[in-house]
């Protein structure tokens, strides 16, 4: 299975400061075939399911602000917000989709300075 | 709107059976694969199990192979998760989760609130 690997386990960074969550897979997610990368990301606040901000590594869901963006390629990726709000504390995971099992990194929880 | 509506979850001793629930609308059921993914207590996400559109193809986690069995009846809009030998370390949240592809697990653009399954004597 690919594992996925986030970077850090926890973070803290001031109201409308940049903050930045890694993730690298064991092996790449990148497709040759159609030059994608099977890259998610998903944002878990307490209590609530997860909800999807990004796929094929960089493209925003529909509604997501644009304050989120997602960059990399191969194994190793990026979720960058750009100015923290106070509505962005949460946990963040990484998930590969190129290979069955889907398998997901082990969350990075932001919190706010 | 899309929904998706777990049911079945409760307190289960070790080596019993659950058989989970997911009742979906506001979407073509038929034409999604739909997944199970799981939260233990204070720890992240696992996918569990996945079940193309049309039901022809089942995936499944090692963890829960052979003990797991997930379907679909697409004339109700509801996926299952059977459980059976269920055990302790089964204990967690179960989402369930609509994917983007017809036939296999890719990922998910929709999930339920969850429902808590716990496994303890």
């Known amino acids: 299975d690919f594992v996925m690997t986030q970077s850090p386990d926890s973070l803290a960074v001031s109201l409308g400061e940049r903050a930045t969550i890694n993730c690298k897979s064991s092996?790449?997610?990148?497709?040759?075939?159609?030059?994608?990368?099977?890259l998610g990301w998903f944002q878990q606040k307490p209590g609530q399911p997860p909800k999807l901000l990004i796929y094929w590594a960089s493209t925003r869901e529909s509604g997501v602000p644009d304050r989120f963006s997602g960059s990399g390629s191969g194994t190793d990726f990026t979720l960058t917000i750009s100015s923290l709000q106070a509505e962005d504390v949460a946990v963040y995971y990484c998930q590969q989709y190129y290979s069955t099992p889907p398998t997901f990194g082990q969350g990075t929880k932001l919190e706010i300075k | 709107e899309v929904q998706l509506l777990e049911s079945g979850g409760g307190l289960v001793q070790p080596g019993g059976s659950l058989r989970l629930s997911c009742a979906a609308s506001g979407f073509t059921f038929s034409s999604y694969t739909m997944s199970w993914v799981r939260q233990a207590p204070g720890k992240g996400l696992e996918w569990v199990s996945g079940?193309?559109?049309?039901?022809?193809?089942?995936y499944y986690a090692d963890s829960v192979k052979g003990r797991f069995t997930v379907s679909r009846d697409n004339s109700k809009n509801t996926v299952y998760l059977q459980m059976n030998s269920l055990r302790a370390e089964d204990t967690a949240v179960y989402y369930c989760a609509k994917d983007i592809s017809a036939t296999k697990p890719y990922y998910s653009d929709y999930w339920g609130q969850g429902t808590l399954v716990t496994v303890s004597s």
């Open positions: 079940i193309s559109g049309s039901g022809g193809n089942t």
């Open positions: 092996q790449s997610v990148l497709y040759s075939s159609n030059n994608k990368n099977y």
